[in-house]
């Protein structure tokens, strides 16, 4: 233990020598950050160095765990054409991607709810690269064609536990959700103000499956992604509020259920090449396809 | 005449033969024997690398949680927000009355298969009987879980009128279902070897047919059908996919109705989401720990039983 505490103790000085070009008294805590940001930047000279029509380098990107399958998807793309180019995803949430662009310890992150007023305020920039739209489904036997998002939290909840206090058949709701961790299940229950306060009667691991649970039993009622939703036999997805849910209706705000995904980078300060390129690329009419097979809602 | 000759230039050139190859057939032996022994490692290597790796990724979620929070914790809430749990309790008592369940359902069914097939059918009845059933233990799992859910979850529902029928009584049925194939083959094959003089004896001592079943020739099998049982429960408790589909998946304390989450499907339902590094997919590791300690556990125990009861 002593020992390694030693060796721990003798790098962060050694470190804190190197940044700081020998010069003593300030404290191994304080070098520490100051040692990371020189190397960064140098790194990201660097790579500003080779441009040319090539690109090379690495592009980070850090935050939303529900942005998994558009980052995937995009960066696969991004990297089978740009063969010098590594693009790397933490899927750390969202709180950690906006301090990470933040900080300057990510090239680009990754946020699945719009920035707030402070955050845009400390000089970060969050551009939507495309909206994630979240369909109510029920059987296609149930009568009931709208929900208000009032009621579909209380559902979930189990404060209403028969789909007659809704104005459905009377029969006892069985509700189905998504397993711990999942970015739909986060996007729900973060929309619908029911974080960790679900009671579910079957979690299920898929977007396939909760649908097929849906298709056979028709007290249930499920959340999907809308583009898993779209030409599904046996289920209907509800109007929420009024408001069907459609590409058009979450792109224009009306659908309540429904967040952006944001790219965030900070004010002034020039991404490296391939980053950039990697940015644009993300917000282009090319990646619009991709982003819907991902199963999200393009903006571009 | 020329077949004597054949002979005898038969005879001349073997024993050339043989000494040219003796020493490559030792060379051989050794080699054999050298690649025997390596394919014996290997089956103990993987063995070690697998506790190891569990151990080592298993204890450091147990040691943050703490043993008693993470076994008998009745709450799994790994990504609540506020005040996340960590406790299994609900999944190991579901893993343990799940496989009862199919134990206690499975075992009299499987049973009085194997003493049908062994002692009462007519030979093509057998036949026929015992192709269906191992026929039934080539039907992959994820086919189970898929029958299971398109028919005995709805049938469940319709029946107890429930609002979804994943339930544990339906985990508890497909289980039973897939247990069923070793526990009527080994059962059988036990049946089989008693001898014949046992139960002559005591059908001449007047005994009933069915007399002598259940009083001399099951005692008589009682291993092999009790390794039965253990190839039964191992099958059961290590089951995962077809559980999957038809249990529900909520970490609920387990009841018979509601909708469960085994240890198994515990692992399976939340690794492909789990953060890299974060304690929610530690803990799944500590999971697999458990499990593995589990059937480690029920195995030596059975096992013990067993043989205890062969040497009286």
Same mark, same amino acid.
């Given at each position: 233990m002593r020992k390694i505490m030693a060796t721990m103790l003798a790098g962060i000085l050694a470190l804190s020598m190197v940044a700081c070009g020998?010069?003593?008294?300030?404290?191994a805590a304080a070098s520490e950050p100051a040692a990371s940001t020189p190397a960064s930047s140098a790194a990201e000279t660097s790579s500003s160095e080779a441009t040319g029509t090539e690109l090379s380098g690495s592009v980070s990107t850090n935050g939303s765990t529900s942005m998994e399958n558009v980052i995937g998807i995009l960066s696969e793309q991004f990297m089978a054409d740009n063969a010098g180019v590594t693009v790397t995803y933490d899927p750390t949430g969202s709180g950690t991607g906006i301090d990470a662009a933040l900080n300057g310890t990510t090239d680009i992150g990754l946020s699945s709810r719009a920035l707030t007023d402070e955050e845009t305020a400390n000089g970060l920039v969050g551009t939507n690269v495309a909206l994630d739209g979240i369909a109510i489904i029920v059987n296609a036997e149930n009568p009931i064609t709208d929900l208000s998002l009032e009621q579909i939290a209380s559902i979930y909840t189990g404060e209403v536990a028969d789909w007659s206090e809704v104005g459905g058949n009377a029969g006892a709701i069985a509700t189905i959700g998504r397993e711990a961790g999942s970015g739909t299940r986060d996007g729900f229950e973060s929309i619908t103000g029911t974080e960790d306060a679900c009671v579910l009667s079957q979690e299920l691991t898929s977007t396939g499956a909760v649908i097929e649970a849906v298709r056979s039993n028709p007290a249930a009622i499920g959340y999907a992604s809308l583009s898993s939703v779209e030409g599904q036999e046996g289920i209907v997805a509800l109007t929420v509020g009024g408001v069907a849910c459609s590409e058009e209706t979450v792109l224009d705000g009306t659908y309540a259920i429904q967040r952006p995904f944001v790219l965030v980078t900070k004010e002034g300060q020039e991404l490296s090449p391939a980053a950039q390129a990697f940015y644009d690329y993300a917000l282009s009419a090319d990646a619009a396809d991709l982003i819907r097979e991902a199963g999200a809602v393009p903006v571009a | 005449m020329a077949g004597m000759t054949e002979a005898s230039a038969l005879a001349g050139a073997f024993p050339q033969s043989k000494k040219h190859k003796g020493k490559a057939v030792k060379w051989i032996d050794r080699t054999m024997d050298l690649i025997f022994l390596l394919c014996g490692i290997v089956a103990i290597a993987f063995v070690l690398v697998i506790s190891i790796y569990l151990l080592v990724s298993g204890i450091p979620a147990i040691r943050e949680i703490g043993l008693i929070d993470f076994l008998f $914790?009745?709450?799994? !809430? #790994?990504? !609540? +927000?506020?005040? #996340?749990a960590y406790g299994i309790l609900p999944f190991l008592l579901t893993s343990i009355y799940g496989t009862a369940g199919a134990i206690v359902l499975g075992v009299p069914l499987g049973l009085m298969t194997a003493i049908f097939l062994a002692k009462i059918a007519p030979p093509k009845v057998a036949k026929v009987t015992r192709t269906a059933v191992s026929l039934l233990a080539g039907i992959p799992s994820v086919v189970y879980g898929l029958v299971g859910m398109i028919v005995l979850v709805p049938a469940i529902r319709d029946l107890f009128g429930l609002?979804? $029928? !994943?339930?544990l009584l339906a985990a508890i049925l497909v289980l039973t279902v897939m247990i069923l194939p070793s526990i009527v083959n080994v059962s059988e094959t036990s049946l089989r070897a008693v001898p014949k003089e046992y139960e002559e004896a005591s059908l001449a001592l007047g005994a009933t047919e069915i007399e002598t079943i259940f009083k001399v020739t099951v005692p008589a099998a009682k291993s092999g059908i009790a390794t039965a049982i253990v190839l039964g429960v191992g099958r059961a408790i290590g089951e995962a996919m077809a559980i999957i589909m038809v +249990? $529900?998946?909520? !970490?609920?304390? #387990? +009841?018979?109705?509601t909708s469960v989450r085994f240890l198994t499907t515990a692992i399976a339902s939340e690794m492909s989401y789990a953060a890299v590094g974060s304690l929610q997919r530690q803990a799944l590791y500590s999971i697999a720990l458990v499990l593995f300690l589990f059937i480690m556990m029920i195995n030596v125990v059975l096992n013990v039983i067993v043989k205890s009861k062969k040497e009286k």
């Open positions: 020998g010069s003593s008294s300030s404290s | $914790g009745e709450r799994w !809430a #790994p990504t !609540a +927000s506020q005040d #996340p609002a979804s $029928g !994943a339930c +249990s $529900g998946n909520v !970490a609920n304390m #387990p +009841s018979l109705l």
